[in-house]
């Protein structure tokens, strides 16, 4: 069975993501209902990378994610540490610098990037604070952190249908279109357990970020959480 545990031991977290690698796009799209694709947009428009700046797109996956940085002319780097992930990502886009890493000890020197962002990766890191706070060190003062996570709708009716749907249905559907369903058990558990907007905005101040805000996507099925890094850098 490939899924990882609401512990998230990175070797067990890793080997997941391996697994559903084949499949991972195309089950996040039929998963989403196709919000996904929306959500992608949205982490685009926040970042507003300009050509010549650089990007680190951290648990980019197959790149999906990173594609958007490249044709709006700024250097993005692809970084993961499931080596399934970069490898599908290497075949489909050869022309982006895909890069294997942990988010806990990123393989950059301080100051490096104009701008960071995580989708959907952040929950999935043993340590997110731990997290947050390397990509605080690899950005530069003034530099923009962007993060898209699932986060808690704020309509108590539809947060009631949208976790029947997490954890009932998205299971059950993943079982015809992911290469590895199981996974997916652990996906919906993850996204029950995580803080709400709230939440993740005070860990990222924890971390060291300045000016931290959200916003709500999809009702806060995803949020959008946005920072500065300033001062000086947190080891």
């Not at 990766?121 to 699932?150: H, M, S, W, Y």
């Not at 997490?166 to 279109?177: F, I, K, N, Q």
């Not at 709500?216 to 947190?234: C, P, Q």
Request: with cysteine; net charge positive; charged share 25%.
């Amino acid at each position: 069975m490939a899924r990882a545990e609401l512990d998230k031991q990175p070797a067990d977290v890793r080997r997941m993501f391996d697994a559903v690698a084949r499949r991972y796009d195309v089950t996040n799209d039929v998963l989403s209902l196709g919000q996904d694709r929306r959500w992608r947009r949205e982490v685009i428009d926040a970042v507003d990378a300009r050509p010549g700046q650089l990007v680190l797109d951290l648990a980019a996956g197959t790149g999906t994610s990173s594609e958007p940085f490249a044709e709006r002319g700024a250097t993005v780097v692809p970084c993961d540490f499931s080596i399934g992930m970069l490898r599908v990502g290497k075949q489909a886009r050869p022309h982006l610098p895909f890069t294997a890493g942990d988010g806990t000890r990123l393989p950059f020197g301080d100051n490096t990037f104009d701008a960071v962002t995580i989708s959907f990766g952040l929950r999935n890191i043993v340590d997110p604070l731990a997290g947050l706070r390397e990509l605080l060190r690899v950005t530069r003062p003034g530099g923009r952190l962007v993060v898209c996570e699932f986060s808690h709708p704020t309509n108590a009716a539809f947060r009631t249908v949208y976790l029947e749907y997490l954890m009932r249905a998205l299971p059950a559907m993943a079982r015809g279109v992911s290469s590895s369903p199981d996974a997916y058990v652990y996906l919906a558990e993850s996204i029950r357990a995580w803080p709400d907007q709230a939440g993740l905005a005070a860990l990222l101040e924890e971390a060291g970020w300045s000016g931290v805000e959200w916003r709500n996507l999809t009702g806060g099925v995803v949020a959008l959480h946005r920072g500065v890094a300033r001062g000086s850098r947190v080891r």
